[in-house]
């Protein structure tokens, strides 16, 4: 009875205060003879905020401080790379180094705090950092000059969530941001200070460089004719990305991923922030089979990666659907001014298809029928496999290739199992569309006529 008595007492103290604050809040909003509209607005706002179910920050607990600063830059560090995780290279990159990643979240990361209506960036305002949403939500509104300005208002795109990142294109490149960005509700976000961080890495050499790998990459990657570059990052190929790093930190990278021992480890997590720890994506995996994935990596054939919690190879492949280019009136010849609406009328025309395949050296030939195109080589990127196909090898047919790699451009994912690796792989394939001027008669094999009679053999 004591106890529910107090219980009581206490929460009729509450209120009082509550109710106390409120009518301060209206005795201060008449002071300063406030309009009735924005009195009643600002008012709603703070009945919004108090009916929401306060979340505790760690500078308000004070038993935190009781710990040893090496625990607490371990729960900093637990904190800190969940929501990383989130993010494909980060997610990763959390695994590699323990000690790196403590000093990382402790000392190169900082909370940011969001009210509804706070601005965390202004159109024309530079760029400095990137944003990891810890709780809630923030609503871009794209400039003028923003690739987003011909979505609707209510393209999910627009929003970003716990668990997704924003603006990481300010992170690696010199940036102005092409629009504003608001919280759309109470938020809390991470954002690295690149400053600190910059200096820390100097002490952290073998972590270090798989970020400034991925920096490159990440550079050489938006600098394609292709790349959407934009404050989102719906836009970006992020595992086609990883595969551009150089070698060395990809195999830093596999390593970290086929490493044992879950309980050192912390990571990656699912979009929704579940962890996973190696023993959970690697129970199907042989040790041989491991062995296999890791020379595999080393060999620069695929890289390593989380997909939907689940430990997935990568095939990245790139093709090209050529038409003729006398199925164009003149006036949309230069493909520079060919619009998605000018090829959707092609889809149904006739293509270039590749039907078989000579070894010179053998005279054997190999019957196929598949667009012309490649595997992704090291370091390579889609834009640069695809130039590599039209000069090594659409070249011979004596056919001037035109192609724009925003014209017709596709891209398609599937997994199929990989029973000699264990694992799923996933076949990322970008396709582009080009339009073929023939300047002379391409080379032609006759066909069998009517007096063709193949004779066969027992």
Avoid at 265 to 290: C, I, K, Y
Avoid at 402 to 407: A, D, G, Q
């Amino acid at each position: 009875v004591a106890t529910l008595s107090a219980m009581m007492t206490q929460y009729r103290l509450q209120v009082e205060e509550s109710h106390l604050k409120l009518r301060q809040l209206d005795a201060y909003l008449d002071q300063e003879q406030i309009n009735p509209e924005l009195s009643m607005v600002a008012r709603r706002q703070i009945l919004r905020t108090l009916r929401e179910r306060q979340r505790l920050r760690a500078s308000e607990v004070a038993h935190l401080r009781l710990l040893s600063n090496t625990m607490q830059r371990a729960v900093r560090a637990h904190v800190v790379s969940r929501h990383l995780s989130s993010h494909v290279f980060f997610g990763v990159w959390c695994q590699v180094d323990r000690e790196s990643l403590a000093v990382f979240c402790s000392s190169c990361v900082e909370d940011r705090f969001y009210k509804a209506g706070d601005t965390c960036f202004l159109e024309h305002e530079e760029g400095r950092t990137m944003f990891f949403v810890k709780v809630g939500a923030l609503s871009y509104k794209p400039g003028s000059r923003a690739p987003e300005t011909s979505f609707s208002a209510d393209d999910p795109r627009l929003t970003c969530r716990a668990f997704s990142v924003a603006a990481e294109v300010a992170m690696w490149l010199k940036w102005v941001h092409l629009g504003t960005m608001v919280s759309s509700a109470t938020t809390e976000v991470f954002s690295v200070k690149t400053d600190v961080w910059a200096e820390e890495a100097v002490r952290h050499e073998f972590s270090a460089q798989p970020v400034r790998d991925y920096a490159i990459a990440f550079h050489s990657y938006m600098s394609e004719r292709d790349a959407i570059v934009s404050d989102l990052t719906y836009g970006i190929d992020y595992h086609g990305l990883m595969f551009a790093m150089p070698l060395s930190s990809r195999v830093v990278m596999c390593e970290a991923l086929l490493q044992c021992g879950p309980s050192d480890r912390v990571g990656p997590s699912g979009a929704d922030g579940t962890e996973m720890t190696s023993s959970s994506f690697l129970t199907r995996v042989s040790r041989a089979q491991v062995q296999k994935l890791r020379d595999e990596v080393s060999k620069g054939k695929t890289c390593l990666g989380v997909v939907e919690q689940q430990l997935v190879r990568f095939v990245f492949v790139v093709a090209m659907r050529i038409y003729k280019r006398s199925n164009f009136e003149e006036e949309a010849v230069n493909v520079d001014d060919i619009s998605v609406d000018d090829f959707q009328g092609v889809e149904n025309n006739r293509y270039l298809v590749k039907l078989g395949e000579m070894d010179r050296s053998t005279d054997n030939v190999s019957t196929t029928c598949v667009l012309p195109g490649s595997k992704r080589r090291e370091q390579e990127t889609t834009v640069a496999t695809m130039e590599r196909v039209v000069a090594e090898d659409l070249g011979t047919i004596g056919a001037s290739i035109e192609w724009h790699p925003m014209v017709g451009r596709s891209e398609t994912r599937t997994f199929k199992d990989s029973p000699t690796q264990g694992l799923k792989t996933m076949y990322s394939r970008t396709l582009y569309t080009g339009f073929a001027s023939y300047a002379h008669t391409a080379p032609s094999i006759p066909a069998p006529g009517e007096r063709f009679a193949p004779q066969f053999s027992m």
